[in-house]
């Protein structure tokens, strides 16, 4: 494999991830962090980072909208529910 074909598959595998998570919207980002210690915030970090690597001048608005596929303040107000007592007592014991 080449480096080349390498960066194509990692990116379609990205993509897939972005689309995943799109279509469950119902998994909200505190769920990600207590299960798998990320969530899509991450993602946009992560990305705005390697933006930042290749010399590229993003926002952290524009990240995000990388990710979520909406402006963040539109995708909080349309999926984002609020933290139960249990999840937030599962992140804290995840942190501990």
């Given at each position: 494999?080449?480096e080349?074909?390498?960066?194509?598959?990692?990116?379609?595998?990205f993509?897939?991830?972005?689309?995943?998570?799109?279509?469950?919207?119902?998994?909200?980002?505190?769920?990600?962090?207590?299960?798998?210690?990320?969530?899509?915030?991450?993602?946009?970090?992560?990305?705005?980072?390697?933006?930042?690597?290749?010399?590229?001048?993003?926002?952290?608005?524009?990240?995000?909208?990388?990710?979520?596929?909406?402006?963040?303040?539109?995708?909080?107000?349309?999926?984002?529910?609020?933290?139960?007592?249990?999840?937030?007592?599962?992140?804290?014991?995840?942190?501990?």
């Open positions: 494999m080449t080349q074909e390498r960066t194509e598959i990692e990116a379609a595998t993509r897939r991830l972005l689309t995943h998570l799109d279509d469950n919207k119902e998994v909200q980002n505190i769920d990600l962090m207590i299960l798998a210690n990320f969530c899509r915030n991450c993602l946009s970090k992560w990305y705005l980072a390697a933006a930042e690597d290749k010399g590229l001048e993003i926002t952290a608005e524009e990240s995000r909208e990388a990710i979520y596929g909406m402006p963040y303040a539109q995708w909080k107000e349309k999926h984002q529910a609020e933290a139960t007592a249990e999840q937030l007592a599962a992140l804290k014991a995840r942190s501990s």
